[in-house]
């Protein structure tokens, strides 16, 4: 009987909750994004990769990172690559002891294929 309080007590301390979306291409922030598609270039697939991203809030008024999709692109092509294509994006939110907003973060993920454009 311990144990289920001990639970019921433990999920009421904590919440999350996540959304997810998928984006067909999306490029590098200091990329142009217009010319790379309309200039007819071929690309090589380099392979799947996962960028994330967070932000983290204390007392809920102290904030500090950046949970932005951008963000995230551009820590999955730090090792290479101009775009990803065939993207998913999955943004969480999740908080320790809600009611006061002690401490919680969001973070926001992105998972896709690594293409290299050629010239």
Same mark, same amino acid.
């Given at each position: 009987?311990?144990?289920v309080i001990f639970?019921?007590?433990?999920?009421?301390?904590?919440?999350?909750?996540?959304?997810?979306?998928?984006?067909?291409?999306?490029?590098?922030?200091?990329?142009?994004? $217009? +010319?790379?598609?309309? =200039?007819?270039? !071929? #690309?090589?697939? &380099?392979?799947?990769?996962?960028?994330?991203? %967070?932000?983290?809030?204390?007392?809920?008024?102290?904030?500090?990172?950046?949970?932005?999709?951008?963000?995230?692109?551009?820590?999955?092509?730090?090792?290479?690559?101009?775009?990803?294509?065939? $993207? +998913?994006?999955?943004? =969480?939110?999740? !908080? #320790?002891?809600? &009611?006061?907003?002690?401490?919680?973060?969001? %973070?926001?993920?992105?998972?896709?294929?690594?293409?290299?454009?050629?010239?």
């Amino acid at each position: 009987m311990k144990k289920v309080i001990f639970l019921l007590f433990f999920m009421l301390l904590t919440t999350a909750c996540a959304s997810t979306g998928n984006l067909g291409v999306v490029t590098k922030s200091q990329a142009d994004p $217009v +010319s790379l598609l309309t =200039s007819s270039r !071929g #690309f090589n697939e &380099i392979g799947t990769v996962r960028g994330k991203a %967070c932000r983290f809030f204390l007392a809920g008024i102290i904030p500090w990172g950046d949970s932005t999709v951008t963000q995230a692109i551009d820590n999955a092509l730090e090792g290479g690559g101009d775009a990803l294509i065939n $993207v +998913s994006v999955t943004s =969480s939110l999740y !908080g #320790f002891v809600p &009611i006061y907003n002690i401490f919680c973060f969001t %973070c926001t993920e992105v998972e896709g294929v690594a293409i290299e454009f050629v010239d």
